[in-house]
DNA sequence: TAATTCCCGACTGAATTACTCAGTATATTA
DNA sequence: TAATATACTGAGTAATTCAGTCGGGAATTA
């Protein structure tokens, strides 16, 4: 369990995602502009969420990412781990010697907490941040004007909404 | 709050010393080999901890640290914190424009998780691992081992006995 | 066909990590 | 008092990671 900028950089791009969800897909562009990181970056970071299935990418245009299954099945510790490689085990663990034969007491605690801390992030998913009062609310504003846009653009109503919803 | 190898090495290096708290002070010689990590980047990191009260250094021969309050009242979250210096954090916070006016959604969404983070690892104080019973049973089992040796060595039967409690 | 998007890999400067070395300061013990 | 063990300090450094650029290719839509 390792955590850093770059876990944030997905957690906060996955939320994205999972906000716009029902608008079709969110473009790498958008989440870029939108949060301040480099394209490429996002590139590199949404590589890793495809590749354990947190994410689904649509070509062409009209394209992007959508979750790769429901919000409330993709938990906050599965988003962080699939970017932050895991912090590297301490030497003992594992092989059971780290100095005297002995078991190392403090390595095992740290398992211990890591354990627990893992647990608790592994709790909290998608769903529940983005299933709160405060953040409907403000999604539900950007959908009135994406779908009043919408009504007056037939074809492909989600992709205008989005670059009109775009502020985040 | 961020999490990685450098807060890993703090956290167990002080579970270290509140486990050997009874026996008078830890030399950092002690963790360095028992850890495996380098006696002068532990330096370093003791530096800070110092810093923030979170140890005291006692100097000469017999020397090395101690908890700077009870184990029950320095959480893991301090210890971090003191190590590993802050996520920068996002820039439309504090500024309340990330991009059109309104404030951002999903930095508002990770400053939450960031926060129930936080609380969550604030919670856990030093004390609440070393006083599960499997901890305490190794942890007695060196005393009395120490504590023989110390009546045959009656000056400074601490540092003695640390030298043979060395396993971690 | 042209535009838009995902996708892929190589490369790069800057920061951080983890460490080394070389010393100074303070307390203990012989 | 001299030797020793420890904490403290700071400068320097190789390796790694972060965050980004660049240049393309592949699939989809219009």
Same mark, same amino acid.
């Given at each position: 369990m390792k955590l850093s900028t770059k876990g944030r950089y997905a957690v906060t791009a996955m939320l994205d995602l999972a906000i716009h969800d029902h608008e079709g897909p969110v473009t790498l562009a958008d989440i870029s502009q939108c949060q301040g990181i480099s394209l490429s970056y996002l590139e590199q970071l949404f590589a890793k969420l495809r590749k354990e299935g947190l994410v689904e990418g649509v070509r062409g245009p009209g394209g992007g990412y959508r979750l790769g299954r429901p919000a409330s099945q993709i938990s906050i510790a599965e988003i962080i781990n699939s970017v932050d490689e895991?912090?590297?085990?301490?030497?003992c663990l594992g092989n059971?010697?780290?100095? =005297? =034969?002995?078991?190392?007491l403090t390595h095992q605690l740290w398992e211990d907490l890591s354990s627990r801390l893992y647990a608790f992030l592994d709790d909290l998913t998608l769903a529940s941040f983005i299933n709160r009062p405060e953040i409907r609310e403000v999604s539900r504003r950007q959908d009135t004007i994406a779908s009043r846009i919408a009504t007056m653009f037939p074809p492909r109503p989600a992709r205008v909404g989005a670059n009109i919803s775009a502020s985040c």
């Open positions: 895991n912090i590297d085990v301490t030497r059971k010697d780290c100095q =005297g =034969g002995e078991k190392c």
